[in-house]
Structures are given as structure tokens and as C-alpha cells.
């Protein structure tokens, strides 16, 4: 029985420095991920995206497997530095012809292109003048979300401002394990604003370039649970949905940030005002700038004890709520979080168009003796995660598309290729590219509209 709507959206999605390689070619300015992945002890193996899948070079064959398999949407995300290579300068239009050539491979095999303009990969250049913690990086943003929506207008009707807000914030910043490897929580706050201000700032200049067009953002979300009724560990998990989520969700849809966690910042010496100081009259109408949707990122959920409700991985473990597994990232899998987290984006926040931008799991398995790839187990963790997203459209949660993470085996970050999300098996030595078996059953689910 079908599960989804004929115009329910399925796709996949990849971003540009985990695929594309070609770090330094045809004008491209250094990202900071380009010079992080040089600084020694960064990325596990020493790894790099210099070449990474390839995908600047093997994008024809890339599109081609997509289509192979009926996928009729593609996610990707624009590198910054191809466009105004340090940031602040000159357009190179071989970056933009690049996109260009992209976007009509993509239109000519019937797959709808996605568009969004941040995926973590800043331009040194403007880094190097404070990056995010720098309020000016703001206009320097809505510039190239004026050129690129100017260039790829007439073609790309979907546009994301930004992904992940969160973790180019606080991974960036406060943790230091991604680009630009900064740890001042502070700091973290001061680019998180920024981030979300030139969301902000970049949307009317989307829609202005494409008035047939819609813009969104996408968020992150980390659910999590108590790990005990206990009092203290309410109020962590309370804490740190405000830190992980709240933060984020509230502004975006009109409500500020949370008093709470202004409160709980305060008291803990974020910042010495009464209110954040990087936020000046202004911003938070900005901010809250209508968009036509909402993504959201979802992997995992966690439980939360009291005592280190700010770390990312606070309460992994089971606890009294086990999970139906772990993926190789060491994620605990909770499909039913998934459900109930998009029930609250529309309770909550009265959110009208929500869209899983990212979902997917890491799973090594390779090509076995008869060169197939068995991936049942990322198989199975599609199936559940897309019958949670049926389950919340069963409750009225109005939610119109879905993408895995990712098309390819790609650089995973700080765990350079260590783990492996595709749908397409690659061969980081030669490039090779194998379909694994999930991509064929993806594509039965795009053409039954059903994961059962
Ligand atoms: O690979 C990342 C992606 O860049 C952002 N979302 C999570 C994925 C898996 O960790």
C-alpha cells in the first residue's frame, strides 16, 4: 500500500566539500576546511577533501546513477570559495559554470536540483577577518546568495540558506573538532547569531532573484529524553534541548531565544550583559523571516543525565530506553524519535511545510566476491526512519519530502573516510563507484511510494 503522496519529495543529498575534490582548481579560493584538514592531528588518517569523490570531475557519472535508480531530487550544496574565492572579492565564473554544468546534467536526467549555500566550508579570507564571530561575514553572505540565486535562478526553484547551523556553530567554535577548530563557547554563540542572521538577511534576496521560487533553512535536531525521572535529570535534558535545539527552532520561527536558556548562559558567564550582546535591535525580526520551509537533519536521539548537559554525547548510553541499535557511528537508532520530533516542529512552532533534509546511517560494508554491495543494515535503518516519517504524516504532521544522506561514500569530517553513509559504494584509491543494493531498494520506495 502506498504511504506517500505523489508529491511527496524523495531524494538524496551530499555537500560540496565531502564530494567534489578539485580543492584548488579553476580560481577556487582556500575554505577553512581547506587549510584545517592541513593542520596536523585534525582529521583522523591525516585525511583530506582534496580529491575526496571526485565529484567536480565525475559528476555526469554521479547524475547518472541517480537516475539509474528514479531519484527525482538531488540535494547539493554550493562551495562558497568557487564563487567569491576569498570572500569578499570577485566573482570567478568558472565556479559558477561549474554549478551551471551541474544543475543542467541534473535537469536533462529528469532530477530536480536542491540548492543550499552553506555547508560549513567558509572562506578563509574571511576568516581570517573573525569568520562568523565577525557580524560583517553577514553581508558578506547575502552577497553570494544574491550571485548564486541570480545565477542558477532560472533553473533551481528550491533553496536552503543554510545546514546545520548548529554544528558550524559549536563543533566549529566551542568544541574545536571542526573547521575552524576554535573552543570559546562565547565565540560559539556570537557565530551561531550570525549564522542565523544571515539566514535572514539572505532570504528576501533569494526570493527577489527567484520569485518563483522557496527558500527554507536546515536544522539539526538532537531529541533526547531524560535518563531517569529524577528532577535534576529533567532539568539537564531541558537544558540541553534548549542548547541543541531551542536555540535554533525558537528565533527561526518568531519566538526569540529562549529565556531559559539566556537565563542558564548568564548565570554561567556566556556573556556579561542582560541579554546576548551580539544581538542588536533588529535582529530577531530579521531572523524570523517567513520561509516556505523548514528542514530538518535527523540521526539519532540521546538521553540526557544531569552534570555534562552541554557535550554532544551526554548520556549515549541505553539507559532505561533502549535503542533498536547502533549505526557504525556509534548513533543509537530511534525511529519513533524521528516521528515525534516533527510532530513538535508543527505543534510547537506551527511549521507548514517540513522536510527531512538528511537522514541516513554509516555502515562500512563493501563489495563482497560477486562485486554487489549487501548493505541490509542500512537498508533496514532507511525502512524504519521513512515509516517514522509516514507514521507523522499519518498524525498530521504536514511533511513533504525526504533525502538520504548520502548519494555517495564520502569525507566524513573530522573521521576523514572512516565511515561510509553511501548509497554508492567508493573507492577512495581509484574513484570506482558501485551501487549497493540500497540504492536499488530506495528506488523501489520512490516508485511504490511505500518502504514495506
Ligand atoms: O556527513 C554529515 C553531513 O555533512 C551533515 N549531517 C550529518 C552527516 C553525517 O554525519
Known amino acids: 500500500?502506498?504511504?506517500?503522496?505523489?508529491?511527496?519529495?524523495?531524494?538524496?543529498?551530499?555537500?560540496?566539500?565531502?564530494?567534489?575534490?578539485?580543492?584548488?582548481?579553476?580560481?577556487?579560493g582556500e575554505s577553512i576546511w581547506d587549510r584545517f584538514v592541513r593542520?596536523?592531528?585534525?582529521?583522523?588518517?591525516?585525511?583530506?577533501?582534496?580529491?575526496?569523490?571526485?565529484?567536480?570531475?565525475?559528476?555526469?557519472?554521479?547524475?547518472?546513477?541517480?537516475?539509474?535508480?528514479?531519484?527525482?531530487?538531488?540535494?547539493?550544496?554550493?562551495?562558497?570559495?568557487?564563487?567569491?574565492?576569498?570572500?569578499l572579492g570577485p566573482v570567478e565564473p568558472?565556479?559558477?559554470?561549474?554549478?551551471?554544468?551541474?544543475?543542467?546534467?541534473?535537469?536533462?536526467?529528469?532530477?530536480?536540483?536542491?540548492?543550499?549555500?552553506?555547508?560549513?566550508?567558509?572562506?578563509?579570507?574571511?576568516?581570517?577577518?573573525?569568520?562568523?564571530?565577525?557580524?560583517?561575514?553577514?553581508?558578506?553572505?547575502?552577497?553570494?546568495?544574491?550571485?548564486?540565486?541570480?545565477?542558477?535562478?532560472?533553473?533551481?526553484?528550491?533553496?536552503?540558506?543554510?545546514?546545520?547551523p548548529w554544528v558550524a556553530s559549536f563543533i566549529g567554535y566551542r568544541d574545536g573538532s571542526f573547521a575552524p577548530g576554535h573552543t570559546d563557547f562565547s565565540e560559539a554563540l556570537t557565530a551561531a547569531h550570525h549564522i542565523l542572521l544571515s539566514h535572514g538577511r539572505a532570504v528576501p534576496v533569494i526570493r527577489a532573484n527567484v520569485p518563483d521560487g522557496e527558500v527554507g533553512i536546515v536544522v539539526d535536531c538532537r531529541p533526547s529524553v531524560p535518563a531517569t525521572d529524577s528532577a535534576e535529570d529533567v532539568a539537564a535534558q531541558q537544558h540541553f534541548d534548549g542548547f541543541r535545539n531551542r536555540w535554533f527552532f525558537d528565533p527561526i520561527f518568531g519566538k526569540g531565544y529562549p529565556s531559559d536558556m539566556v537565563e542558564a548562559y548568564r548565570e554561567r558567564g556566556r556573556f556579561d550583559a542582560e541579554q546576548p550582546?551580539?544581538?542588536?535591535?533588529?535582529?530577531?525580526?530579521?531572523?524570523?523571516?517567513?520561509?516556505?520551509?523548514?528542514?530538518?537533519?535527523?540521526?539519532?536521539?540521546?538521553?540526557?543525565?544531569?552534570?555534562?548537559?552541554?557535550?554532544?554525547?551526554?548520556?549515549?548510553?541505553?539507559?532505561?530506553?533502549?535503542?533498536?541499535?547502533?549505526?557504525?557511528?556509534?548513533?543509537?537508532?530511534?525511529?519513533?524519535?524521528?516521528?515525534?520530533?516533527?510532530?513538535?516542529?508543527?505543534?510547537?512552532?506551527?511549521?507548514?511545510?517540513?522536510?527531512?533534509?538528511?537522514?541516513?546511517?554509516?555502515?562500512?560494508?563493501?563489495?563482497?566476491?560477486?562485486?554487489?554491495?549487501?548493505?541490509?543494515?542500512r537498508i533496514e535503518y532507511l525502512r524504519v526512519h521513512i515509516q517514522a516519517v509516514a507514521d507523522a504524516i499519518e498524525l498530521g504532521v504536514p511533511v513533504t519530502g525526504y533525502f538520504v544522506w548520502s548519494i555517495l561514500d564520502n569525507f566524513e569530517w573530522a573521521l576523514g573516510y572512516s565511515q561510509r553513509f553511501g548509497l554508492v559504494w567508493v573507492d577512495h584509491e581509484t574513484g570506482e563507484r558501485v551501487p549497493k543494493d540500497s540504492l536499488a531498494w530506495y528506488g523501489e520506495v520512490i516508485a511504490t511510494r511505500s518502504p514495506d
Open 39 to 87: 593542520e596536523p592531528g585534525r582529521i583522523l588518517d591525516g585525511a583530506t577533501g582534496d580529491v575526496a569523490c571526485d565529484h567536480y570531475h565525475r559528476f555526469p557519472e554521479d547524475v547518472a546513477l541517480m537516475a539509474s535508480a528514479g531519484i527525482p531530487a538531488y540535494s547539493l550544496t554550493t562551495a562558497w570559495t568557487r564563487i567569491i574565492p576569498d570572500g
Open 1 to 28: 500500500m502506498s504511504r506517500f503522496a505523489n508529491d511527496f519529495v524523495f531524494g538524496v543529498a551530499a555537500s560540496a566539500y565531502q564530494i567534489e575534490g578539485a580543492w584548488d582548481e579553476d580560481g577556487k
Open 94 to 164: 568558472r565556479g559558477i559554470a561549474f554549478y551551471d554544468r551541474l544543475v543542467d546534467e541534473l535537469l536533462e536526467n529528469g532530477i530536480t536540483p536542491y540548492v543550499t549555500l552553506y555547508h560549513w566550508d567558509l572562506p578563509q579570507g574571511l576568516q581570517d577577518r573573525g569568520g562568523w564571530a565577525n557580524r560583517d561575514t553577514v553581508d558578506a553572505f547575502a552577497r553570494y546568495a544574491d550571485v548564486m540565486s541570480a545565477a542558477l535562478g532560472d533553473r533551481v526553484k528550491h533553496w536552503k540558506t543554510h545546514n546545520e
Open 277 to 377: 550582546p551580539f544581538v542588536l535591535p533588529g535582529d530577531l525580526d530579521e531572523i524570523a523571516v517567513p520561509i516556505d520551509f523548514i528542514g530538518i537533519n535527523y540521526y539519532t536521539a540521546l538521553e540526557v543525565a544531569a552534570g555534562a548537559e552541554e557535550t554532544e554525547d551526554t548520556g549515549i548510553a541505553p539507559g532505561p530506553n533502549p535503542p533498536d541499535g547502533y549505526t557504525e557511528m556509534g548513533w543509537p537508532i530511534v525511529p519513533s524519535a524521528l516521528t515525534a520530533f516533527l510532530k513538535r516542529i508543527h505543534d510547537d512552532y506551527g511549521a507548514t511545510d517540513i522536510r527531512v533534509t538528511e537522514n541516513g546511517a554509516s555502515y562500512s560494508d563493501g563489495p563482497g566476491p560477486d562485486r554487489a554491495v549487501h548493505d541490509e543494515r
